[in-house]
């Protein structure tokens, strides 16, 4: 699975409101420097995230932006399908080849890994919170892994998605 610079940078910016403190906010400019990202960037992934809930606003001088939610509530498949471009929709838009549409638009022997993988990808994002990825690299990494070891293997869970 790639994961587009739109997620990563959106999960960036979540990351860097599930930190903060009860009653404090960051406004744009703290979130964008923060990440080294453009403002105009950052004020367009917290208008999609407001948007959908995540995170809301407040404005004036002691205003800024935090979770909606507490981060613990927030998993990685609800962040994912909000900041997501679309890809399985998307595919067989993707790659028509010089024609204008997928010739196997209609039959496609592709398209059940595509959706399969993504179920995969969405399965395993649905048990890891926001509140997970708060802390150093190794300790986020030892988390992940004890996940998957309780989570059944890929080759099962793909065959049961079919």
């Known amino acids: 699975m790639k994961v587009s610079a739109q997620e990563e940078y959106g999960l960036r910016c979540l990351l860097q409101l599930a930190q903060l ?3 404090e906010f960051l406004t744009l400019a703290q979130i964008a420097e923060r990440e080294g990202i453009s403002v105009a960037n950052a004020g367009k992934l917290l208008w999609i995230l407001n948007k959908a809930g995540l995170v809301f606003s407040i404005r004036g001088t002691k205003g ?3 979770l909606a939610h507490p981060a613990s509530e927030i998993y990685l498949s609800d962040i994912i399908k909000v900041l997501d471009e679309d890809v399985i929709a998307g595919h ?3 790659y028509t080849g010089v024609l204008d ?3 196997h638009t209609g039959d496609c022997g592709i398209r059940p890994v595509i959706v399969g993988l993504h ?3 969405q399965q395993a994002l649905s048990g890891i919170t ?8 190794e300790k986020v ?7 998957q070891r309780a989570q059944p293997r890929f080759e099962t869970t793909f065959r049961r998605a079919n």
Do not use: F, N, W
């Open 21 to 23: 403190g009860e009653g």
């Open 64 to 66: 800024g932006y935090r």
């Open 92 to 94: 067989c838009k993707s």
């Open 130 to 137: 926001l509140a997970q990825l708060i802390g150093t690299e």
């Open 101 to 103: 549409s997928c010739v």
């Open 119 to 121: 179920e995969v990808v």
């Open 141 to 147: 990494d030892q988390m992940l892994h004890q996940i």
